[in-house]
């Protein structure tokens, strides 16, 4: 009994595995260290970051992403640490965002992005041994919302001249 079940372990194991490592989003672990040093990441996470090729395991997260040197990367740094402080004494996932972190655009700028992450602790002996981030880039609908606002402020105020 206890090696079929073991067996069946071994093999949901490599299922997940292979489906979260070819899932259409992006998925990253980290270890809970103060460094927040990266495990492992799939290949949507090196396509969505815009570094496919680039090695980042056991690199600490904000040395091999890190964030523009505004206001607006810090406040994400911040809340991630946070957010990864709190998983740790309640061992409960968390929904954080829409942070704005940009991305390196190539010619020593930064794009802007903004994330919108799903946070789960990885608890093993009943301690949070890693964190898993799913993200979703957000950047689209975080600009067509501010658009949409312009717009009708715009409006708002071309009809009070128009009023007068």
Known sequence: M????EKAQETIGDV?????SQAPFAVLLFKSDDDLTIIWRNDAH???SDSIGRDVHDYPLFEAFPPSEDTAGAEAKDAIFA??????????SENIGPYRF????????FME???????SPIVRDGSVV??????EDVTKAVLSARVEESLKRAASKTASVCFF
Not at 16 to 20: K, N
Not at 113 to 119: P, S, Y
């Open 102 to 109: 940009d991305l390196p655009d190539g010619a020593g700028g």
């Open 46 to 48: 090196a396509k969505m």
């Open 113 to 119: 992005h903004h994330w919108q992450m799903t946070m």
């Open 2 to 5: 206890k090696d079929s079940v």
């Open 130 to 135: 890693a964190v898993m981030q799913v993200a």
């Open 16 to 20: 997940l595995f292979d489906g979260i």
């Open 83 to 92: 957010c990864v402080e709190r998983i740790r004494g309640s061992g409960t």
